[in-house]
């Protein structure tokens, strides 16, 4: 099993920059597909992104491509989403996921799940 605490979201203006993490505990994060996704009110979760355990693949939304970077450091236990040129829509609550598999954008299919950080991006 494992736990995953997400931090780093915050307010900024559009055309901004954030950097999300999330840091694993328990069974190492290196196990697992890690995936971003974002709810914003009203609205359903949405896949963001998504890394392989090893890092050597990743998969974007296309919403976000060219804008957002996921990346792992599986010493850390620690998975990033560098998130640049913020647009309001991109206002929402992330949240981290674990999975075993590779590749899937279904929530249902990610396992473990952080507590999510808010971010929002004023116009």
């Known amino acids: 099993q494992v736990q995953l605490v997400e931090s780093g979201g915050g307010l900024v203006q559009a055309g901004g920059s954030l950097r999300l993490s999330c840091a694993a505990s328990?069974?190492?994060?290196?196990?697992?597909?890690m995936g971003w996704f974002r709810q914003a009110p009203g609205k359903e979760r949405e896949f963001v992104a998504a890394?392989?355990?090893?890092?050597?693949?990743?998969y974007y939304t296309d919403s976000v491509k060219g804008r957002f970077t996921i990346s792992r450091d599986n010493a850390k236990n620690t998975v990033y989403l560098q998130m640049n040129s913020l647009k309001p829509e991109d206002t929402a609550i992330y949240y981290c996921?674990?999975?075993?598999?590779?590749?899937?954008?279904?929530?249902?299919?990610?396992?473990?799940w952080g507590q999510g950080t808010q971010v929002t991006v004023s116009s």
């Open positions: 996921a674990a999975g075993y598999l590779w590749l899937t954008v279904k929530p249902s299919e990610y396992t473990y």
């Open positions: 328990g069974r190492t994060s290196s196990s697992y597909a």
């Open positions: 890394i392989s355990k090893n890092a050597g693949n990743t």
